[in-house]
């Protein structure tokens, strides 16, 4: 890989300009007005705001506020979605304005979402990021599938991968990415939510790198990420042997029958169901699916916190929208019923609920 200077950059904008533009470009993109939010970007960088830190400290932050205001209740589902394209397209127009000088003079990077993710825009921002820094970008998007990925890689040689996971449940394909990459010959680098606190599950799959953020991420390819290389391994257990006992595979392959079967004993458990709209019965077999999803997802790394923490942020969200904590308590209870031979989804499903019991306790004195 190509070398270059690997100190990061720090935002070099005046904090109060910074928030200023924030304000700005948030009643921009909630008024659903491209125009005005392309304005404050333009204006900005013609009152010489580094392009860098319109990306990174205005509207990566604005895209935060609109996840927070979402699960907070004060943005519908419609409101959000509109957010995130105009941010969206905001970046493109940003990147594309005759200020934004780029110069290729560093190597080639491949940045991606792993596959099933469809959170591309912490991806975009990193792409964008790196053109600035003078590197070659391909960009593929969201939720790329891994065979396709590695096609991708013997065609153009990239130096690095630079893997994007936003959502925790992504981690099985996202260890599959890592894995093939490396099998290829090029180093990975990842990022996003979904590996956790310290990217603590970025070290348990085997990446050669984590960062927390873009500049993060670029100063370690400006670095030069060493490939690590690993003695040729039979099977997955070499690395996470607690998968040797089925509980992740017997979960994961039967989660369309467990979430039939739960939202089936609801509606003999909760008397209010009986009412429910199609809408609203299509909406519990949602969010039961993404629970059985944490649970798989929370096997397959052997960390009870990725579940238990996906459990207090779904009571958050649901407090948020008038629905009661403890309405979680049922589903829990009969995903245990369907799953009493496997002792580490037990240890998990009571923890989760401890926690909920506490929360609980907590709220109503």
């Given at each position: 890989m190509s070398h270059s200077d690997g100190a990061a950059a720090d935002p070099v904008t005046d904090p109060a300009v910074v928030e200023s533009l924030r304000d700005r470009l948030w009643d921009a993109v909630i008024d659903a007005d491209e125009d005005a939010a392309v304005d404050v970007v333009f204006g900005a960088l013609e009152d010489g705001?580094?392009?860098?830190?319109?990306?990174?400290?205005?509207?990566?932050?604005?895209?935060?506020r609109v996840g927070v205001e979402w699960a907070d209740n004060r943005l519908s589902v419609a409101a959000e979605h509109a957010a995130t394209a105009i941010n969206d397209r905001v970046i493109a127009a940003l990147v594309r304005h005759p200020a934004v000088a780029r110069q290729i003079t560093t190597g080639r990077v491949a940045v991606a979402c792993a596959d099933g993710e469809w959170h591309a825009l912490p991806a975009r921002l990193l792409a964008e990021v790196l053109r600035l820094r003078g590197w070659r970008v391909d960009f593929l998007g969201a939720q790329v599938p891994t065979p396709h990925l590695i096609a991708h890689l013997h065609q153009h040689g990239p130096?690095?991968?630079?893997?994007?996971?936003?959502?925790?449940?992504?981690?099985?394909?996202?260890?599959?990415?890592?894995?093939?990459?490396?099998?290829?010959?090029?180093?990975?680098?990842?990022?996003?939510?979904?590996?956790?606190?310290?990217?603590?599950?970025?070290?348990?799959?085997?990446?050669?790198?984590?960062?927390?953020?873009?500049?993060?991420?670029?100063?370690?390819?400006?670095?030069?990420?060493?490939?690590?290389?690993?003695?040729?391994?039979?099977?997955?257990?070499?690395?996470?042997?607690?998968?040797?006992?089925?509980?992740?595979?017997?979960?994961?392959?039967?989660?369309?029958?467990?979430?039939?079967?739960?939202?089936?004993?609801?509606?003999?458990?909760v008397p209010a169901m009986a009412s429910y709209s199609q809408l609203q019965r299509q909406h519990t077999s949602t969010d039961v699916a993404h629970i059985v999803d944490f649970l798989a997802t929370a096997l397959y790394v052997d960390d009870p916190e990725l579940f238990t923490g996906f459990i207090a942020w779904t009571a958050e969200v649901l407090d948020a929208r008038g629905v009661p904590?403890?309405?979680?308590?049922?589903?829990?209870?009969?995903?245990?019923?369907?799953?009493?031979?496997?002792?580490?989804?037990?240890?998990?499903?009571?923890?989760?609920r401890d926690m909920l019991h506490a929360t609980y306790a907590r709220r109503n004195g």
């Open positions: 705001v580094p392009a860098e830190d319109l990306l990174l400290d205005v509207i990566a932050a604005v895209q935060r130096d690095a991968v630079a893997l994007s996971c936003s959502i925790s449940t992504r981690l099985p394909t996202a260890h599959a990415a890592i894995t093939a990459c490396q099998g290829a010959g090029v180093p990975v680098l990842v990022g996003g939510a979904g590996f956790g606190p310290d990217g603590r599950y970025a070290r348990l799959l085997g990446a050669d790198a984590w960062a927390p953020d873009a500049r993060a991420a670029a100063a370690q390819l400006a670095d030069g990420l060493a490939l690590t290389r690993r003695a040729p391994r039979d099977h997955l257990f070499d690395e996470l042997p607690h998968l040797a006992d089925q509980e992740y595979t017997m979960v994961s392959t039967t989660a369309g029958q467990l979430v039939r079967d739960t939202v089936s004993g609801l509606e003999k458990r904590v403890d309405s979680l308590q049922p589903t829990l209870e009969l995903l245990g019923a369907q799953l009493q031979d496997f002792p580490r989804t037990q240890r998990m499903l009571s923890a989760a």
